[in-house]
């Protein structure tokens, strides 16, 4: 399969507009640490601002903020093509989010600034102000009464939610209900039919968006691929549901592919914005008007080997097109590939192209999220993105209990207490294969003695995974106790709960001949107190007794105690759950109070 190529974040080219000596000095400050930054000059400062508006993604301006507002007012055109605009004190106290905060990135932006600058972020829109998610903020197209059905969100006003299927959309507040189950929605054509529904297919026992309940003639928020009616109290997201394939003879142009393929939307009544791809065979994947296409609609263009479209079951293969490229089907087969799909819009042609359209039922996301050794400064940024970015949270109570503080209204949650961590594992994936947005908690790095295993054991193929990395407790122990890691060292879990100790201890005695520096987790409890003096004993077979021993407990908490000792001085009673012991190899050393494992270096003069 050729894919586009992977997405990266490329840096937004900022303009720095500034009057003053402090003004250029702070300027300079955002110019050493963003190298895609650039103070913008000119004749006048008012022509300075107006050169970096039109030439830059985003302008950090140090002006006063009703001149930045005079200056700028003739300009603005559109919120989605503007630049984001940051207003910045002359004494860096305050970062302003003035414009585009939502669709320009302005209120991150003034995020940014202000972590360097040391200066608040002040932020007004209305959505990020109380922790809701805006509707243009969530990845997908929006239309129709955006501002107003926002609006009756924030207000606590009734929301229906009318959705052809369950997307993984962020938690919405209490007030944003779906809509009551009603009668199965009328079947889709045939897949050979040229005559869809009227209105467009609809999937059986999907909610009809087009006549969707209101809540007492309220507002309502459509979650659709087709083309619905608009009033002034709608508004409909776009999911990606939607795959075109595309066939086509060599040198195809690409106004005759975009129009094949917008007269067959149309006629079929679904919207391009929920396009999630085109896609079509390999061989066509340097086709210009394919690809000129996939451009202008903002969508990539997958391509597949033709033996994996050969092997889709399709109601109109052609001998003749597997003559020409190996596969009885390109269009209707690209459409299918690559989920659980239906065949809405058979295949279509004109001269030099054919389109097939397929709807891809979603799929559920399931973000598995290290929070860290327990310290909020060392929770990653990632990590609360994606606690903001779930409709379900699940985790073991105290984990949870860490967070509830990130949590958007309306997020569920699902907690429970120590060791029910497969109930735990499943209940995640069971939400997320439902559709949801989860995000499956645990302390540290969740692929470390935590939920990330048993989780990805019962996931399959139909739900997004998404790992994101903590600190573990064991970097953070490290940390505490001065350079213990410096070279080669070993993770050992000491609980025999799900381990035989048999298998624990010739591990413990593998590492211990090997000289790693060795890491214990779960060392001790109240029903396991001897497995830590037994694994000792085997580290000092093959150690100085004056090997320095490291215990870090509670580590980054409340609590936060850390105890050095030896081989031969270290006392398992100080040791329990909540702590770490780090076992230092024949090499580690203690230097100025700190435990220290040589790296080896030799440095030449």
Same mark, same amino acid.
């Given at each position: 399969?050729?894919?586009?190529?992977? @997405?990266?974040?490329?840096?937004?080219?900022?303009?720095?507009?500034?009057?003053?000596?402090?003004?250029?000095?702070?300027?300079?400050?955002?110019?050493?640490?963003?190298?895609?930054?650039? *103070?913008?000059?000119?004749?006048?400062?008012?022509?300075?601002?107006?050169?970096?508006?039109?030439?830059?993604?985003?302008?950090?301006?140090?002006?006063?903020?009703?001149?930045?507002?005079?200056?700028?007012?003739?300009? $603005?055109?559109?919120?989605?093509?503007?630049?984001?605009?940051?207003?910045?004190?002359?004494?860096?106290?305050?970062?302003?989010?003035?414009?585009?905060?939502?669709?320009?990135?302005?209120?991150?932006?003034?995020?940014?600034?202000?972590?360097?600058?040391?200066?608040?972020?002040?932020?007004?829109?209305?959505?990020?102000?109380?922790?809701?998610?805006?509707? #243009?903020?969530?990845?997908?197209?929006?239309?129709?009464?955006?501002?107003?059905? =926002?609006?009756?969100?924030? /207000?606590?006003?009734?929301?229906?939610?009318?959705?052809?299927?369950?997307?993984?959309?962020?938690?919405?507040?209490?007030?944003?209900?779906?809509?009551?189950?009603?009668?199965?929605?009328?079947?889709?054509?045939?897949?050979?039919?040229?005559?869809?529904?009227?209105?467009?297919?609809?999937?059986? =026992?999907?909610?009809?968006?087009?006549?969707?309940?209101?809540? /007492?003639?309220?507002?309502?928020?459509?979650?659709?691929?087709?083309?619905?009616?608009?009033?002034?109290?709608?508004?409909?997201?776009?999911?990606?549901?939607?795959?075109?394939?595309?066939?086509?003879?060599?040198?195809?142009?690409?106004?005759?592919?975009?129009?094949?393929?917008?007269?067959?939307?149309?006629?079929?009544?679904?919207?391009?914005?929920?396009?999630?791809?085109?896609?079509?065979?390999?061989?066509?994947?340097?086709?210009?008007?394919?690809?000129?296409?996939?451009?202008?609609?903002?969508?990539? %263009?997958?391509?597949?080997?033709?033996?994996?479209?050969?092997?889709?079951? &399709?109601?109109?293969?052609?001998?003749? &097109?597997?003559?020409? &490229?190996?596969?009885?089907?390109?269009?209707?087969?690209?459409? $299918?590939?690559?989920?659980?799909? /239906?065949?809405?819009?058979?295949?279509?042609?004109?001269?030099?192209?054919?389109?097939?359209?397929?709807?891809?039922?979603?799929?559920?996301?399931?973000?598995?999220?290290?929070?860290?050794?327990?310290?909020?400064?060392?929770?990653?940024?990632?990590?609360?993105?994606?606690?903001?970015? @779930?409709?379900?949270?699940?985790?073991?109570?105290?984990?949870? /209990?860490?967070?509830? #503080?990130? *949590?958007?209204?309306?997020?569920?949650?699902?907690?429970?207490?120590?060791?029910?961590?497969?109930?735990?594992?499943?209940?995640?994936?069971?939400?997320?294969?439902?559709?949801?947005?989860? @995000?499956?908690?645990?302390?540290?790095?969740?692929?470390?003695?935590?939920?990330?295993?048993?989780?990805?054991?019962?996931?399959?193929?139909?739900?997004?995974?998404?790992?994101?990395?903590?600190?573990?407790?064991?970097?953070?122990?490290?940390? $505490?106790?001065?350079?213990?890691?410096?070279?080669?060292?070993?993770?050992?879990?000491?609980?025999?709960?799900?381990?035989?100790?048999?298998?624990?201890?010739?591990?413990?005695?593998?590492?211990?001949?090997? #000289?790693?520096?060795?890491?214990?987790?779960?060392?001790?409890?109240?029903?396991?107190?001897?497995? %830590?003096?037994?694994? $000792?004993?085997?580290?000092?077979?093959?150690?100085?007794?004056?090997?320095?021993?490291?215990?870090?407990?509670?580590?980054?908490?409340?609590?936060?105690?850390?105890?050095?000792?030896?081989?031969?001085?270290?006392?398992?009673?100080?040791?329990?759950?909540?702590?770490?012991?780090?076992?230092?190899?024949?090499?580690?050393?203690? &230097?100025?109070?700190?435990?220290?494992?040589?790296?080896?270096?030799?440095?030449?003069?």
């Amino acid at each position: 399969m050729n894919h586009p190529p992977a @997405a990266t974040d490329q840096p937004a080219r900022i303009g720095l507009v500034a009057a003053t000596a402090a003004g250029r000095r702070h300027a300079r400050t955002l110019a050493d640490a963003w190298p895609h930054a650039r *103070l913008v000059t000119a004749d006048t400062v008012a022509d300075a601002l107006r050169a970096a508006w039109t030439g830059y993604d985003a302008v950090v301006a140090f002006l006063a903020t009703g001149a930045v507002v005079r200056i700028l007012a003739p300009l $603005l055109g559109d919120k989605r093509s503007d630049p984001a605009v940051v207003v910045v004190d002359e004494a860096a106290r305050h970062a302003v989010a003035l414009l585009g905060g939502h669709a320009g990135g302005g209120n991150e932006l003034a995020g940014r600034v202000g972590a360097l600058l040391d200066a608040r972020p002040v932020v007004t829109t209305a959505t990020d102000a109380v922790g809701l998610p805006g509707l #243009d903020t969530l990845g997908w197209p929006v239309e129709g009464a955006v501002a107003a059905v =926002g609006r009756a969100i924030l /207000d606590g006003e009734p929301v229906t939610l009318v959705a052809d299927a369950t997307w993984p959309l962020p938690a919405l507040p209490d007030n944003v209900r779906p809509a009551p189950a009603g009668p199965p929605a009328p079947a889709p054509a045939p897949a050979g039919s040229s005559a869809p529904a009227p209105g467009g297919p609809v999937a059986p =026992g999907r909610d009809d968006v087009r006549s969707g309940p209101t809540v /007492d003639g309220g507002y309502r928020l459509l979650v659709t691929d087709r083309v619905v009616p608009l009033d002034d109290r709608t508004a409909v997201l776009r999911p990606p549901s939607l795959v075109a394939g595309v066939g086509s003879s060599r040198g195809v142009p690409a106004a005759e592919v975009r129009g094949l393929l917008d007269r067959v939307l149309a006629d079929a009544g679904l919207s391009p914005a929920s396009l999630r791809h085109l896609a079509s065979a390999d061989i066509k994947a340097d086709e210009a008007g394919i690809r000129a296409t996939a451009d202008a609609l903002g969508v990539p %263009l997958v391509t597949h080997p033709a033996a994996e479209l050969a092997a889709v079951d &399709v109601p109109h293969p052609s001998e003749v &097109v597997r003559a020409a &490229v190996g596969t009885p089907s390109v269009a209707e087969a690209a459409a $299918l590939l690559g989920g659980d799909a /239906d065949l809405l819009v058979p295949k279509t042609a004109t001269a030099m192209a054919t389109v097939a359209v397929a709807r891809h039922a979603p799929r559920g996301r399931l973000a598995i999220v290290g929070l860290g050794p327990g310290a909020a400064d060392l929770r990653t940024a990632r990590a609360v993105t994606e606690l903001r970015r @779930a409709a379900v949270v699940v985790g073991l109570d105290q984990y949870v /209990d860490q967070v509830r #503080d990130l *949590l958007r209204p309306g997020t569920r949650v699902l907690a429970s207490g120590l060791g029910a961590e497969e109930e735990r594992a499943r209940a995640a994936v069971a939400e997320a294969t439902a559709g949801h947005a989860v @995000a499956l908690v645990g302390s540290g790095d969740a692929g470390v003695y935590a939920m990330a295993s048993p989780a990805l054991e019962y996931a399959d193929e139909r739900i997004d995974v998404l790992g994101v990395p903590g600190v573990t407790a064991a970097l953070a122990a490290g940390a $505490l106790l001065g350079a213990p890691l410096g070279h080669d060292h070993a993770y050992l879990s000491l609980s025999d709960l799900h381990t035989p100790w048999e298998v624990i201890a010739r591990r413990v005695a593998a590492a211990a001949e090997g #000289d790693f520096v060795a890491l214990l987790y779960n060392p001790r409890s109240r029903a396991r107190d001897w497995q %830590l003096g037994a694994a $000792l004993e085997v580290f000092a077979a093959h150690r100085p007794p004056d090997t320095p021993v490291g215990v870090v407990r509670n580590a980054s908490r409340a609590g936060e105690r850390v105890h050095l000792a030896t081989l031969a001085t270290l006392d398992p009673a100080v040791v329990d759950m909540y702590s770490v012991v780090v076992v230092g190899s024949s090499q580690t050393r203690i &230097v100025a109070g700190r435990m220290v494992t040589p790296r080896g270096y030799r440095w030449r003069p």
